[in-house]
Structures are given as C-alpha cells and as structure tokens.
C-alpha cells in the first residue's frame, strides 16, 4: 500500500508536498520545497567544488569551522548517512524601508537588517522544529532541523529545491523575496517528491558585484569573505586591516550592499514576521551612544539580537572606524575615553579613530606618552601609523584605489 510520501504517476511535486506547503505557510514560513539529501551530489554548479575551492584560496578567512567540518559540508549524507530528503523553508525579513539610506547618515551606525530585530535563529528554530514533527507524524520518518548551525550548504540546497538561486553575489535570490529570506532545513528518512530546481536569472546583471565596497567578489559567483565588510565587522575577531576601514564607511554591523542593490528586491513584500522589524536599540542607533556602552551595558541593550554574539568589543572596534570615518568631531572625548578601555582591540581604533577627526596636533601630544604606557604591540603600532599620517597629511585609502585579489 503506497504512504502518504510516495509520489504517484501524474502527480506533480507541487501536488504531492502540497500539505507540506500548507504546513509551513501556517507557521510563518513563506516558502517550502523539497530536494533529495543527494543533491548536492548532481548539482549544475558542483558546490562541493566551489567550497574546495574556497577554503583552498583561504578565503574563509578566520572561519576555520568550515574547512574543519568540510567533509560534511559538502554533502549531507556525511552529515547523516539515513537521510533521503532535505525540506528547506524560506522565511522573509525583507525591509519597510531603503537599507542604504542610512550611509547617508555617518554620526549613526548602520547596522544590518538581518539584525535589527530579533535572532532569527530562535524565530525559525521554534516554528521548524513544529515543522518537522508534522513531517514525522505525516510519513514516519525521523528528522533533524538545523538553522545556520550546522555544516550544511543551504544555499545551494535551497537552490535545488527551488526556493531560488544563488546570485552572483552567492547569495540566494527569490523571484518572489529578493534577497531577503532566512532559511531552515528539516532531514528527513522520509521520501518526499523532489521539487525543481530554480533556474539563474541574474543574467548581465552586475549591480550586486558594483556596489560592493571593498571589492570582495574575485568573479561573479565567487566571493572572498576577507574583504566582505560582513565578515570584517561580524566574524573576524582581530584588527581590522587599514585597506578596509575608509571603505567601511559607518557599517557598523554587516553590510547590505549587494543584497539591496538586488532588481529582484522590487517584487519583495515587507516581512510578515513583525519581530524581525528593527527594535529601538539596534535601529541604526547614534555612534555616540555605541561608543558609551561598557560590557554590562552592551548586552542589555542587545539581548535576544544576534549583535549580542559578537560581543562588546568587535561592536565598538567597528563604532570607532564609523566614528574615524563620520568627521564628527563632537565623538572625540567619547573615542578618547576609549584610550583606556581593557580591550587592546578597542584602544588601536579609538588611536585610529582620533588621528582621523581628532583636532590638529592631537596624535603629536598624546601620542609619546600614551605609548609609553601602552603594552599591547598592535596599539603601539596604530599610534606610530597614526603619528605619520599627522605628521605627512597621508589620507586613508578608499575602496576605489584598490584592486580584488585575483
């Protein structure tokens, strides 16, 4: 007798998952489709050869998670060998407004849309793991539910599944979304009907590679995350490199750049989910209220957001390159009273930070005998730097007299 998963004759995928479609739409979810656990194993775009290539070019950067668990990355069978179908579910946390509109504002943070709101991990983890019993209940099958935890290539699979495609900037683009979807998956035992892939439709479209600021896009399709402003403000954990900090501009946390620029983004509707809509304290707030906040003080501000993750001091590293970068002189006691903060991370951007908007001749009075006092090697060297731009008038490099590794 066939179960409820099989796929009869004459029947389209849609039609056989549709009361999974009806599942997931009653969650929150915006999208489900499914693809085989081997998918990734056939794809068009060899994603276990784009990943190879990756982490041999070393662009992962400090993420050595991913070349530790890339046997399982590249293939979910590794990850769990019983599994026969992947159910990937989009959810959309698409804007009310212009995220880019807020560069134009330097004495503000600009901060992600992804993180404006609530961590989506605890928004999509909850509502899958309801979705994953129904699927259990519905076929049999065991499951497991990973969101962005787990060494699983999402994108591509979401890609196979129809969801979308992987854009040039390898990101996943809907017709439907934008570039604005987070996304889950439920492995299941069961054998759910494949849906059809999405086909490319970036076409000649090169506005995602354009408007990167740093350069971070070798090629369409390729990205080096070393030079991704979202990595740089969210992953790295150490100094950020003075090639880089005028770029940055006042993005505080993450860059929406190339996924705003996206034409896709015009047949994307405002999120259903109102908890992704950006909370008061992480709406693109001043930089002088970022540059105050001690540790106690930056995570009750940004409890339940996935700024808190990061942690205090990359945050205000990344508010004192906004702060060197806003001209905003009024920010010069707060960035000076950062000289001092426990954190060698923070007192080399606050040096760089005032020998950008400090008055003249500040660097040449303080800087001897704060270096006579300081311990750390990397802040020594950001006031010796910082000493000869004073002194030579040497402007910051922009991101435009820079060239992309090749």
């Known amino acids: 007798m066939p179960s409820s998963t099989d796929h009869r004759p004459g029947e389209s995928s849609a039609q056989a998952n549709a009361w999974l479609a009806t599942a997931a739409r009653a ?84 901060i992600s849309v992804y993180a404006r709101g609530k961590d989506y991990h605890d928004i999509v983890k909850t509502r899958l793991k309801q979705l994953a ?11 497991k539910v990973f969101v962005d935890t787990a060494p699983l290539m999402e994108k591509p699979l979401a890609a196979r599944a129809g969801l979308g495609w992987q854009g040039k900037h390898t990101n996943l683009v809907s017709r439907d979304d934008g570039s604005w979807l987070f996304l889950g998956a439920v492995l299941t035992t069961a054998a759910l009907a494949p849906d059809e892939p999405e086909t490319d439709h970036c076409g000649r479209c090169t506005r995602c590679l354009d408007a990167c600021p740093t350069r971070a896009f070798p090629a369409p399709y390729r990205l080096d995350a070393r030079r991704c402003i979202a990595y740089l403000t969210i992953e790295h954990k150490g100094h950020i490199a003075h090639e880089f900090r005028a770029a940055i501009g006042n993005r505080v946390f993450g860059c929406d750049d190339c996924l705003a620029v996206c034409p896709w983004n015009k047949f994307a509707a405002v999120a259903r989910e109102t908890r992704f809509a950006a909370r008061a304290e992480t709406d693109n707030p001043p930089l002088a209220v970022l540059l105050a906040l001690d540790d106690a003080s930056f995570r009750s501000r940004f409890a339940g957001t996935p700024i808190k993750r990061t942690g205090r001091d990359r945050v205000i590293r990344n508010a004192l390159i906004a702060a060197g970068n806003s001209g905003d002189t009024v920010l010069v006691p707060l960035i000076e009273a950062l000289l001092d903060d426990a954190s060698p991370l923070v007192r080399a951007m606050a040096v760089w930070a005032l020998a950008r908007i400090a008055p003249p001749g500040y660097v040449a009075a303080h800087g001897l005998r704060r270096m006579a006092i300081e311990t750390d090697a990397d802040v020594r060297t950001e006031w010796l730097l910082s000493d000869a731009v004073a002194e030579r008038g040497i402007p910051e490099g922009s991101a435009h007299d820079r060239t992309s590794p090749e």
């Open 133 to 143: 019993r129904t699927i259990a209940d519905k076929t049999g099958g065991e499951v």
């Open 27 to 110: 969650l929150g979810f915006d999208h489900a489709r499914v693809t085989s656990a081997d998918a990734l194993r056939t794809a068009p775009r060899d994603a276990a050869a784009a990943l190879d290539a990756f982490l041999a070019d070393g662009w992962h950067g400090d993420m050595d998670w991913m070349a530790t668990h890339a046997a399982r990355r590249r293939d979910p069978l590794v990850l769990w060998p019983q599994a026969r179908s992947v159910v990937m579910v989009a959810m959309s946390y698409a804007p009310a407004e212009n995220p880019l509109a807020i560069l134009d504002q330097p004495s503000r943070a600009a």
